[in-house]
């Protein structure tokens, strides 16, 4: 079953009073929420598929806006590590087509039912999945999450908002251009998915608190942004702050495992929150694993900063401050602290970790078990980069996000994560005596 498409044309004089524009697609994202549930999975995956149909043939159009997009950012002084994240070249554009395919390839979360189990009244109780309803999802930089948030939202059955910086404006808007060309060739509602075309701030604060027309929040972009949202938002707010992640090389480890993997999670991708932004190395491995560490790096042009056992390997390094141990660097930055075996490790990253990734390369055993165990953070990895921490490489198709939060998702936000549960009740004329 599907629901018919509806278009509405929404003027200059629309976008120019925020708080009715805002308001408009709000009313339109209830309205399209309620429809969805009725969406069956067939439809769903025909809208992807169709997206992605219209990706493929709107390659020049999507790669030219997001050259002035680039040309603009670049006048503007966007940092390197902003520009990274906005750029789409024909390899990002083939993964956005792929993570289209495998959303649509993943199992339908919505309306399954698990845990049925009978009562001593004769009831039988379960859970289904449900979709949250609408979610707003504000971000910066990256055009691509303006389709994964898209994918994912549409296949769980939500409505969504989507309010993408300013500085990739024309690339978002030649992405949404596919996607309503999508919804409309597969008879879904217009507004299941909305971009706002207006990059007045106003729209972020009006969006946020709107509980009459959105159920949750997703903030994906710089601190700053974050925090302002949580601070603000009278929405509930999925989110993560920061991707202080770390890579622990134990004494155990395969010298050319741990070289690969430190040097893979670094300079992999430097603008990305799950980007390792600080090394533990084990004073038994540190004498001769650091200098081939650090002549790999100096190959990639990352600075490093290190504790004072890791200068007096290393010689000329600069000393990590306090600050070092805290930051998101999100650049060719890398700082380096030799410690005593696993508890300092983790009690380094207990302190100064973000909950976001943390990986350990070992081969003992019990100590990555310990890792696993105790490193409180959304994603735990042994022996590989923290580079996976994403939904794509997961298996999720796309992510929406990667929440630190505990409640109610944690790590790469997919499918299930944009679901919620309700109680299910089967009877056959019971009564409560």
């Given at each position: 079953?599907?629901?018919?498409?509806?278009?509405?044309?929404?003027?200059?004089?629309?976008?120019?009073?925020?708080?009715?524009?805002?308001?408009?697609?709000?009313?339109?994202?209830r309205d399209a929420a309620t429809a969805m549930r009725r969406v069956d999975t067939a439809a769903k995956n025909a809208a992807l598929t169709a997206m992605a149909r219209h990706l493929e043939?709107?390659?020049?159009?999507?790669?030219?806006?997001?050259?002035?997009?680039?040309?603009?950012?670049?006048?503007?002084?966007?940092?390197?590590?902003?520009?990274?994240?906005?750029?789409?070249?024909?390899?990002?554009?083939?993964?956005?087509?792929?993570?289209?395919?495998?959303?649509?390839?993943?199992?339908?979360?919505?309306?399954?039912?698990?845990?049925?189990?009978?009562?001593?009244?004769?009831?039988?109780?379960?859970?289904?999945?449900?979709?949250?309803?609408?979610?707003?999802?504000?971000?910066?930089?990256?055009?691509?999450?303006?389709?994964?948030?898209?994918?994912?939202?549409?296949?769980?059955?939500?409505?969504?908002?989507?309010?993408?910086g300013s500085e990739a404006s024309e690339s978002n808007a030649a992405i949404a251009e596919c996607i309503r060309r999508g919804l409309e060739e597969a008879r879904l509602p217009a507004a299941?998915?909305?971009?706002?075309?207006?990059?007045?701030?106003?729209?972020?604060?009006?969006?946020?608190?709107?509980?009459?027309?959105?159920?949750?929040?997703?903030?994906?972009?710089?601190?700053?942004?974050?925090?302002?949202?949580?601070?603000?938002?009278?929405?509930?707010?999925?989110?993560?702050?920061?991707?202080?992640?770390?890579?622990?090389?134990?004494?155990?480890?395969?010298?050319?495992?741990?070289?690969?993997?430190?040097?893979?999670?670094?300079?992999?991708?430097?603008?990305t929150c799950n980007t390792m932004e600080t090394l533990l190395v084990d004073a038994p491995l540190a004498a001769s694993l650091l200098p081939r560490l650090s002549s790999a790096y100096a190959?990639?042009?990352?600075?490093?900063?290190?504790?004072?056992?890791?200068?007096?390997?290393?010689?000329?390094?600069?000393?990590?401050?306090?600050?070092?141990?805290?930051?998101?660097?999100?650049?060719?930055?890398?700082?380096?602290?030799?410690?005593?075996?696993?508890?300092?490790?983790?009690?380094?990253?207990?302190?100064?970790?973000?909950?976001?990734?943390?990986?350990?390369?070992?081969?003992?055993?019990?100590?990555?078990?310990?890792?696993?165990?105790?490193?409180?953070?959304?994603?735990?990895?042994?022996?590989?980069?923290?580079?996976?921490?994403?939904?794509?490489?997961?298996?999720?198709?796309?992510?929406?996000?990667?929440?630190?939060?505990?409640?109610?998702?944690?790590?790469?936000?997919?499918?299930?994560?944009?679901?919620?549960?309700?109680?299910?009740?089967?009877?056959?004329?019971?009564?409560?005596?």
């Amino acid at each position: 079953m599907t629901a018919h498409a509806t278009h509405s044309v929404i003027g200059a004089a629309d976008i120019n009073d925020v708080d009715a524009y805002m308001q408009r697609l709000g009313q339109g994202a209830r309205d399209a929420a309620t429809a969805m549930r009725r969406v069956d999975t067939a439809a769903k995956n025909a809208a992807l598929t169709a997206m992605a149909r219209h990706l493929e043939a709107a390659r020049a159009e999507v790669l030219a806006a997001n050259a002035r997009d680039l040309e603009r950012g670049r006048a503007n002084g966007l940092d390197a590590a902003l520009l990274d994240r906005l750029a789409l070249d024909e390899a990002r554009l083939n993964g956005m087509i792929e993570g289209l395919a495998q959303v649509a390839a993943l199992p339908d979360p919505v309306g399954e039912i698990d845990g049925l189990r009978a009562r001593p009244s004769g009831i039988q109780v379960g859970q289904m999945r449900v979709p949250l309803g609408v979610i707003g999802i504000i971000y910066e930089s990256r055009p691509n999450v303006t389709l994964e948030a898209a994918s994912l939202c549409l296949k769980s059955g939500n409505a969504c908002i989507l309010r993408g910086g300013s500085e990739a404006s024309e690339s978002n808007a030649a992405i949404a251009e596919c996607i309503r060309r999508g919804l409309e060739e597969a008879r879904l509602p217009a507004a299941a998915v909305q971009v706002v075309a207006t990059t007045d701030r106003a729209a972020v604060g009006r969006l946020i608190s709107m509980p009459e027309y959105v159920d949750v929040i997703i903030p994906r972009g710089g601190k700053s942004l974050i925090e302002r949202i949580s601070r603000e938002a009278s929405v509930p707010v999925i989110k993560h702050l920061d991707g202080v992640c770390h890579v622990y090389l134990d004494a155990s480890a395969d010298p050319e495992k741990a070289l690969a993997i430190a040097v893979n999670a670094k300079t992999q991708r430097y603008g990305t929150c799950n980007t390792m932004e600080t090394l533990l190395v084990d004073a038994p491995l540190a004498a001769s694993l650091l200098p081939r560490l650090s002549s790999a790096y100096a190959e990639h042009g990352v600075e490093l900063r290190g504790c004072e056992r890791t200068r007096e390997i290393l010689g000329d390094v600069s000393p990590a401050s306090e600050a070092d141990w805290e930051a998101e660097y999100l650049a060719p930055v890398l700082a380096i602290r030799v410690v005593d075996g696993i508890e300092e490790a983790m009690a380094h990253i207990e302190r100064y970790g973000s909950r976001h990734t943390d990986a350990i390369v070992t081969e003992n055993y019990g100590l990555a078990r310990r890792f696993m165990a105790e490193v409180d953070s959304s994603s735990v990895i042994v022996n590989a980069s923290t580079r996976f921490a994403d939904g794509f490489e997961y298996g999720l198709g796309a992510e929406i996000g990667i929440s630190t939060d505990r409640l109610h998702a944690r790590g790469p936000v997919g499918l299930e994560g944009l679901t919620t549960r309700k109680y299910v009740v089967f009877g056959d004329g019971q009564i409560r005596s």
